[in-house]
């Protein structure tokens, strides 16, 4: 078990264009987590994925923002046109859905993404 | 909707000092969990300590106790015998039962630990 891996760590990116951040779960949990945080401030949630089917989405992930997890095992996060308020931390975390809702969620180290 | 919310923005403490720190949450639901998260900087979240509504005995992790007010809807953590690794942001978080899980954090709280 290697925990909540996510790629890249670190990305600068100029206004405007595209970014994606990758998020590979710990290999038994159903459940797949993104939520944002800025500096300072608590995670934000963004959506939620069970398996492959993404069940919910904030109203904070506007149009620009896409989420993907196909097969149900890595997800991919896609901001378009990257504008200057995106930047912050985007964590990846996951569980796992057998016995309850009140299971452990596991968080990655994150993804910093700075919008120039 | 749910909203948790923690008062104290930095908190310090002394080594080998109690410190404890504070939250409250809002919600209508009859079944959620609480839970502390120690965030130290530039590492990852970890799970600190979990509360089930439904139980009225507080959690205990060794160092590590909570006071769960489900009436006052406040749940505070208390941490014993500080240790220098302890200096990190503490969030609260709450998840209920329509929430498959989906946690909700409070605004954090920094706390330093001094030699």
């Known amino acids: 078990d290697t925990g909540v891996s996510q790629d890249p760590r670190h990305k600068i990116t100029k206004r405007g264009q595209n970014v994606t951040f990758r998020c590979d779960p710990i290999?038994?949990?159903?459940?797949l987590y993104w939520y944002r945080q800025t500096l300072g401030q608590g995670p934000e949630f963004l959506t939620y994925f069970q398996n492959e089917a993404q069940l919910e989405k904030s109203r904070l992930l506007s149009d620009r923002f896409s989420a993907e997890r196909p097969k149900g095992s890595f997800s991919t996060l896609e901001i378009q046109r990257t504008e200057q308020g995106d930047s912050a931390m985007y964590l990846c975390?996951?569980?796992?859905?057998?016995?309850?809702?009140?299971?452990?969620?596991?968080f990655g180290e994150g993804s910093w993404l700075t919008v120039v | 909707a749910q909203t948790v919310t923690q008062s104290q923005p930095e908190m310090s403490v002394q080594e080998a000092e109690t410190v404890t720190l504070s939250c409250t949450y809002d919600?209508?639901?009859?079944?959620?969990?609480l839970f502390w998260y120690k965030q130290p900087p530039s590492r990852q979240m970890i799970l600190v300590i979990r509360q089930e509504a439904y139980k009225q005995q507080n959690a205990t992790e060794n160092r590590f106790s909570v006071n769960f007010q489900k009436a006052a809807k406040s749940f505070s953590l208390k941490i014993s015998d500080s240790q220098l690794g302890d200096t990190a942001m503490y969030f609260c978080?709450?998840?209920?039962?329509?929430?498959?899980?989906?946690?909700?954090f409070g605004q954090g709280t920094i706390l330093t630990v001094h030699p």
């Open positions: 290999s038994e949990h159903n459940r």
């Open positions: 978080a709450f998840t209920g039962g329509t929430s498959y899980g989906k946690l909700t």
């Open positions: 919600t209508s639901e009859n079944n959620y969990y």
């Open positions: 975390a996951s569980s796992s859905s057998s016995g309850g809702f009140g299971n452990t969620i596991y």
